[in-house]
């Protein structure tokens, strides 16, 4: 189980929660004037929630995919998620060479740069995307601080860049 964190998060309309006083069962509850609290945690129906800001950096921005583990509703072996937060100057360690995989990067905010063996794209307004497939080389540079949602499929091992140390 992983550990519980708690959210504050304002419903607009009426949602089903867990009701303490019905013990298991669920209640309808209505949005009042305070906010409710979410348990970040791997539930007993298969259901997590949680917060991809803080969730990201607890494992360099991966939300799902491969090497969560096994049970966690995060564990896919079909795609992959991140949600990277990048300083400004930050750029990919060494290029990606070989891609097995498909990728979207779509940017939240900032600006951001995807270079390609022959071009470079960048995002610039908040919503800008770039798609590449298979056998497309690439890296990448935050031009400012920026943050860019990354979903990649099939996740596979083997494109880590290891850690400091790890080599």
């Known amino acids: 189980m992983l550990p519980a964190v708690l959210f504050p998060v304002w419903f607009p309309v009426p949602v089903r929660l867990p009701d303490p006083a019905a ?20 539930m007993d129906d298969s259901v ?6 803080q969730d990201a950096a607890l494992d360099r921005g991966w939300l799902l995919g491969h090497f969560k583990e096994a049970g966690d ?7 992959e998620i991140k949600w990277g937060v990048h300083p400004r ?6 290029w990606v060479r070989g891609e097995k ?20 794209v960048v995002l610039e307004r908040q919503g800008d995307y ?10 990448w540079v935050a031009e400012e601080e920026s943050v860019v949602l990354t979903v990649r499929w099939p996740s596979l091992p083997g494109y880590a860049v290891p850690a400091a140390g790890e080599e």
């Open 101 to 120: 995989r498909t990728a979207l990067q779509v940017l939240v905010s900032g600006r951001f740069r995807v270079e390609f063996p022959h071009r470079s």
């Open 23 to 42: 013990g298991n069962a669920t209640a309808l509850r209505r949005r009042s004037g305070t906010p409710r609290l979410l348990v970040s945690e791997v």
């Open 89 to 94: 100057g930050d750029r990919r360690a060494q």
């Open 130 to 139: 770039v798609v590449w497939g298979e056998g497309v080389d690439h890296s």
């Open 73 to 79: 509703p995060r564990h896919s072996e079909a795609v």
């Open 48 to 53: 997590y929630t949680g917060n991809a800001g």
